[in-house]
Protein backbone atom coordinates (compact mmCIF):
# COMPACT_ATOMS: atom_id res chain seq x y z
CA UNK A 1 0.00 0.00 0.00
CA UNK A 2 1.47 3.63 -1.13
CA UNK A 3 1.18 6.45 1.33
CA UNK A 4 -0.66 9.59 0.92
CA UNK A 5 1.08 12.53 1.38
CA UNK A 6 -0.66 16.17 2.06
CA UNK A 7 1.81 18.49 0.46
CA UNK A 8 1.41 22.29 1.08
CA UNK A 9 1.77 24.89 -1.61
CA UNK A 10 2.64 28.50 -1.36
CA UNK A 11 0.15 31.59 -0.51
CA UNK A 12 1.09 33.28 -3.81
CA UNK A 13 -1.39 31.70 -6.04
CA UNK A 14 -3.08 34.23 -8.62
CA UNK A 15 -0.85 37.00 -7.02
CA UNK A 16 1.55 39.10 -9.07
CA UNK A 17 4.86 38.08 -7.32
CA UNK A 18 6.00 35.02 -6.50
CA UNK A 19 7.27 33.77 -2.96
CA UNK A 20 10.72 31.64 -3.32
CA UNK A 21 9.52 28.85 -2.88
CA UNK A 22 12.59 27.54 -0.13
CA UNK A 23 11.92 30.62 1.96
CA UNK A 24 8.59 28.88 2.86
CA UNK A 25 8.97 25.02 2.71
CA UNK A 26 11.16 23.18 4.01
CA UNK A 27 13.79 21.46 2.17
CA UNK A 28 12.54 18.03 3.21
CA UNK A 29 8.88 18.98 2.14
CA UNK A 30 10.60 20.24 -1.22
CA UNK A 31 12.20 17.04 -1.68
CA UNK A 32 9.68 14.75 -0.44
CA UNK A 33 7.50 15.97 -3.02
CA UNK A 34 10.16 16.03 -5.91
CA UNK A 35 10.01 11.65 -5.12
CA UNK A 36 6.10 11.70 -6.01
CA UNK A 37 5.02 10.72 -9.47
CA UNK A 38 1.54 10.41 -8.93
CA UNK A 39 -1.24 13.53 -7.67
CA UNK A 40 -4.72 14.14 -6.97
CA UNK A 41 -5.20 18.11 -7.30
CA UNK A 42 -7.53 20.91 -7.79
CA UNK A 43 -6.69 21.45 -11.53
CA UNK A 44 -3.58 19.54 -13.52
CA UNK A 45 -2.19 23.27 -15.34
CA UNK A 46 -1.40 24.87 -11.82
CA UNK A 47 -0.18 21.52 -10.63
CA UNK A 48 2.46 21.36 -13.11
CA UNK A 49 2.97 24.47 -12.41
CA UNK A 50 4.09 24.02 -8.68
CA UNK A 51 6.37 20.79 -9.96
CA UNK A 52 7.96 22.88 -12.19
CA UNK A 53 8.90 25.20 -9.54
CA UNK A 54 9.81 22.24 -6.94
CA UNK A 55 12.38 20.98 -9.95
CA UNK A 56 14.09 23.87 -9.89
CA UNK A 57 15.12 23.29 -6.25
CA UNK A 58 14.74 19.12 -6.25
CA UNK A 59 14.75 17.37 -9.23
CA UNK A 60 11.74 15.96 -9.73
CA UNK A 61 11.57 11.98 -10.20
CA UNK A 62 9.78 11.83 -13.20
CA UNK A 63 9.04 14.56 -15.93
CA UNK A 64 6.36 16.33 -16.09
CA UNK A 65 5.14 14.73 -19.15
CA UNK A 66 5.12 11.45 -17.11
CA UNK A 67 3.66 12.80 -14.03
CA UNK A 68 0.46 10.98 -13.09
CA UNK A 69 -1.90 13.68 -12.26
CA UNK A 70 -5.60 13.31 -11.28
CA UNK A 71 -8.11 16.11 -10.77
CA UNK A 72 -10.70 16.73 -8.30
CA UNK A 73 -14.27 16.46 -9.99
CA UNK A 74 -15.45 20.25 -10.42
CA UNK A 75 -18.86 19.74 -8.21
CA UNK A 76 -16.21 19.02 -5.41
CA UNK A 77 -14.73 22.34 -6.14
CA UNK A 78 -17.71 24.47 -5.95
CA UNK A 79 -19.82 22.43 -3.62
CA UNK A 80 -17.30 20.95 -1.62
CA UNK A 81 -16.47 17.80 -0.46
CA UNK A 82 -17.58 16.78 3.41
CA UNK A 83 -20.90 16.15 4.16
CA UNK A 84 -22.58 16.78 7.01
CA UNK A 85 -25.51 18.08 9.11
CA UNK A 86 -28.44 16.14 6.68
CA UNK A 87 -26.22 17.27 3.64
CA UNK A 88 -25.76 14.74 0.65
CA UNK A 89 -23.81 12.07 0.85
CA UNK A 90 -19.97 12.93 0.59
CA UNK A 91 -18.42 12.30 -2.68
CA UNK A 92 -16.49 8.93 -2.37
CA UNK A 93 -12.82 9.39 -3.71
CA UNK A 94 -11.51 5.92 -3.53
CA UNK A 95 -11.45 5.83 -7.56
CA UNK A 96 -8.91 8.55 -7.77
CA UNK A 97 -6.40 6.72 -5.53
CA UNK A 98 -5.95 3.75 -7.02
CA UNK A 99 -2.06 4.23 -7.50
CA UNK A 100 -2.09 3.51 -3.92
CA UNK A 101 -3.67 -0.08 -4.25
CA UNK A 102 -0.42 -0.45 -6.23
CA UNK A 103 2.01 0.76 -4.53
CA UNK A 104 2.77 3.98 -5.78
CA UNK A 105 2.94 6.96 -2.88
CA UNK A 106 0.20 9.74 -3.72
CA UNK A 107 0.77 13.34 -3.39
CA UNK A 108 -2.56 15.81 -2.44
CA UNK A 109 -2.12 19.13 -3.36
CA UNK A 110 -4.32 22.05 -3.67
CA UNK A 111 -4.01 25.56 -5.02
CA UNK A 112 -2.33 27.07 -1.74
CA UNK A 113 -1.67 26.30 1.71
CA UNK A 114 -2.54 22.85 2.86
CA UNK A 115 -4.78 20.52 0.74
CA UNK A 116 -8.22 19.65 2.65
CA UNK A 117 -8.23 22.71 5.17
CA UNK A 118 -10.41 25.74 3.55
CA UNK A 119 -9.93 24.06 0.29
CA UNK A 120 -11.17 20.39 -1.03
CA UNK A 121 -9.24 17.33 -0.33
CA UNK A 122 -10.82 16.06 2.60
CA UNK A 123 -12.63 13.62 0.74
CA UNK A 124 -9.46 11.90 -0.78
CA UNK A 125 -7.74 12.08 2.60
CA UNK A 126 -11.01 10.07 4.31
CA UNK A 127 -10.77 7.85 1.44
CA UNK A 128 -7.24 6.62 1.98
CA UNK A 129 -7.79 5.89 6.03
CA UNK A 130 -10.78 4.00 4.28
CA UNK A 131 -8.19 2.05 1.78
CA UNK A 132 -5.87 1.71 4.62
CA UNK A 133 -3.04 3.84 3.84
CA UNK A 134 -1.14 5.47 5.62
CA UNK A 135 -1.61 9.54 5.53
CA UNK A 136 1.44 11.87 6.11
CA UNK A 137 1.12 15.70 6.27
CA UNK A 138 3.79 17.52 4.82
CA UNK A 139 5.27 21.27 6.95
CA UNK A 140 4.36 24.18 4.67
CA UNK A 141 2.04 27.60 5.10
CA UNK A 142 -1.42 27.56 6.48
CA UNK A 143 -2.85 30.84 5.88
CA UNK A 144 -6.19 30.28 8.96
CA UNK A 145 -3.26 29.40 11.76
CA UNK A 146 -0.86 32.22 10.39
CA UNK A 147 -3.17 35.12 10.63
CA UNK A 148 -4.42 33.58 14.15
CA UNK A 149 -1.00 33.45 15.03
CA UNK A 150 -0.25 36.99 14.33
CA UNK A 151 -4.35 38.06 15.44
CA UNK A 152 -3.61 38.61 19.24
CA UNK A 153 -7.00 36.80 19.03
CA UNK A 154 -7.99 33.83 21.21
CA UNK A 155 -5.71 31.09 20.03
CA UNK A 156 -6.94 28.41 22.33
CA UNK A 157 -10.94 28.25 21.03
CA UNK A 158 -11.32 29.69 17.44
CA UNK A 159 -13.50 28.71 14.66
CA UNK A 160 -13.17 28.48 11.11
CA UNK A 161 -16.26 29.80 8.77
CA UNK A 162 -15.06 29.71 5.32
CA UNK A 163 -16.55 31.81 2.70
CA UNK A 164 -19.30 33.97 3.98
CA UNK A 165 -22.59 34.37 2.57
CA UNK A 166 -22.91 36.42 -0.31
CA UNK A 167 -26.33 38.02 0.13
CA UNK A 168 -26.32 41.56 2.27
CA UNK A 169 -28.81 40.29 4.64
CA UNK A 170 -27.53 37.20 5.23
CA UNK A 171 -23.95 38.15 5.19
CA UNK A 172 -24.60 40.52 8.54
CA UNK A 173 -26.68 37.92 9.85
CA UNK A 174 -23.89 35.25 10.20
CA UNK A 175 -21.46 38.44 11.70
CA UNK A 176 -23.59 39.61 14.17
CA UNK A 177 -24.80 35.02 15.49
CA UNK A 178 -20.55 34.56 15.45
CA UNK A 179 -20.03 37.85 16.81
CA UNK A 180 -22.70 36.92 19.89
CA UNK A 181 -21.02 33.84 20.77
CA UNK A 182 -17.36 35.54 20.65
CA UNK A 183 -18.94 37.90 23.56
CA UNK A 184 -20.18 35.25 25.14
CA UNK A 185 -17.02 32.68 25.03
CA UNK A 186 -13.73 34.75 23.73
CA UNK A 187 -14.07 32.40 20.97
CA UNK A 188 -11.67 34.12 18.11
CA UNK A 189 -13.85 33.70 14.53
CA UNK A 190 -12.01 33.04 11.07
CA UNK A 191 -13.27 33.28 7.65
CA UNK A 192 -12.26 33.91 4.21
CA UNK A 193 -13.34 35.78 0.66
CA UNK A 194 -12.75 35.53 -3.07
CA UNK A 195 -10.39 38.76 -3.26
CA UNK A 196 -12.54 41.12 -5.09
CA UNK A 197 -15.43 40.85 -2.82
CA UNK A 198 -12.90 41.71 0.42
CA UNK A 199 -14.10 45.69 -0.29
CA UNK A 200 -17.73 44.76 0.22
CA UNK A 201 -16.95 41.97 2.98
CA UNK A 202 -14.80 44.64 4.90
CA UNK A 203 -17.42 47.35 4.90
CA UNK A 204 -20.02 44.71 5.87
CA UNK A 205 -17.52 43.85 8.82
CA UNK A 206 -17.08 48.10 10.19
CA UNK A 207 -20.74 48.36 9.61
CA UNK A 208 -21.84 45.23 11.72
CA UNK A 209 -19.36 44.81 14.01
CA UNK A 210 -19.43 46.72 17.66
CA UNK A 211 -16.80 48.98 18.11
CA UNK A 212 -14.92 46.98 21.19
CA UNK A 213 -14.85 43.60 18.66
CA UNK A 214 -11.29 43.32 17.92
CA UNK A 215 -10.74 42.89 13.90
CA UNK A 216 -7.71 41.65 12.60
CA UNK A 217 -6.99 41.61 8.28
CA UNK A 218 -4.16 39.63 7.04
CA UNK A 219 -3.25 40.40 3.40
CA UNK A 220 -1.03 38.27 1.05
CA UNK A 221 0.85 36.41 4.11
CA UNK A 222 4.64 35.48 3.11
CA UNK A 223 4.47 37.74 0.22
CA UNK A 224 7.26 40.28 -0.05
CA UNK A 225 4.45 42.87 0.54
CA UNK A 226 2.60 40.98 3.62
CA UNK A 227 0.39 43.11 5.79
CA UNK A 228 -1.12 42.25 9.25
CA UNK A 229 -3.33 44.18 11.17
CA UNK A 230 -5.14 43.87 14.29
CA UNK A 231 -7.24 46.77 16.41
CA UNK A 232 -10.77 47.44 17.30
CA UNK A 233 -13.49 47.71 15.17
CA UNK A 234 -13.79 51.79 16.33
CA UNK A 235 -10.18 52.37 15.38
CA UNK A 236 -10.90 50.59 12.27
CA UNK A 237 -13.50 52.92 11.54
CA UNK A 238 -11.30 56.31 12.11
CA UNK A 239 -8.96 54.72 9.49
CA UNK A 240 -9.14 55.40 5.78
CA UNK A 241 -7.53 51.77 4.81
CA UNK A 242 -8.95 49.02 2.43
CA UNK A 243 -8.51 45.78 1.71
CA UNK A 244 -6.85 45.11 -1.73
CA UNK A 245 -9.18 43.34 -4.07
CA UNK A 246 -6.30 41.26 -5.65
CA UNK A 247 -4.76 39.82 -3.15
CA UNK A 248 -5.69 36.82 -0.97
CA UNK A 249 -6.75 37.95 2.27
CA UNK A 250 -8.19 36.29 5.83
CA UNK A 251 -9.95 37.68 8.06
CA UNK A 252 -10.95 37.46 11.95
CA UNK A 253 -12.28 39.12 15.08
CA UNK A 254 -13.12 38.31 18.22
CA UNK A 255 -12.81 39.68 21.84
Same mark, same amino acid.
Given at each position: ?? /??FL??A???FG ?7 D?VL? &?A???QAAR??HW??E??K !??R &? *?LK??DAL ?7 Q?QDI??? #? /? ?14 P???A /?A??D ?8 G?? !? =??G????A?P??S?? /? ?10 P??G ?7 LAA !??L?G???A???YL????AE??Q??R ?5 S??TG?A???? =??? *??? #?A????L??T???G???A???G??L??A?I? !????A???R ?6 K?? #?TV?AF??
Amino acid at each position: MG /RLFLVPAPLDFGCASQTPLDAVLP &AATLEQAARLTHWVCENAK !SCR &A *YLKRIDALAPLAAPLQAQDIREL #P /RHVHKKGDHAGGGAAPAWDA /RALLDPLLNGHDMGLV !S =EAGMPAVADPGSSVV /RAAHDLGATVVPLVGPVSLLLTLAA !SGLNGQSFAFHGYLPQDGAERCQHIRQWESVSLKTGQAHIFI =ETP *YRN #PALWQALLATLQPGTRLAVASGLTLADAAIQ !SRSVADWRRQTWQPDKHV #PTVFAFGQ
